[in-house]
Every structure is written in structure tokens, then in C-alpha cells.
């Protein structure tokens, strides 16, 4: 779902709103990558830039 938002181009709200909807677990800003992810989200990365932050800070990406 996450991968889903960040090429939607969704921000925090309409991500947090999607993940709710799905059923996943929601971003935890305490939890390291969740707050890579949510730095992304609120600067505009999409999916491409996110996951070179992820990986940046040896993170899991949200890769294929």
C-alpha cells in the first residue's frame, strides 16, 4: 500500500487514510524506517527517491 500511495503521489493524511483502509499497519513515527518514510512523504519523494532513503540508512526498501 505503501508503494501504492508514494506513486499516487498521496500525502501523509490520504497514506495514513489508505493504509487505515487496507487494513496494514500504520506508520509509527518512533520507528526508524517509518520515519524515513514519513520525512518522504512530507517532502513529495516518490517511490524511486524513497527508497534510496531507505536504503541510504540501511533500511529495508520498499522494492519489488
Not at 508503494?3 to 509509527?28: K, P
Amino acid at each position: 500500500m505503501l508503494r501504492l500511495a508514494l506513486a499516487m503521489g498521496c500525502d501523509l493524511i490520504e497514506t495514513r487514510r489508505l493504509l487505515q483502509a487496507a487494513g496494514t499497519n500504520e506508520l509509527y513515527c518512533k520507528d526508524r524506517r517509518d520515519a524515513i518514510i514519513i520525512f518522504c512523504i512530507d517532502h513529495g519523494y516518490g517511490l524511486q527517491r524513497t527508497d534510496e532513503e531507505l536504503y541510504r540508512f540501511g533500511e529495508e526498501t520498499l522494492g519489488e
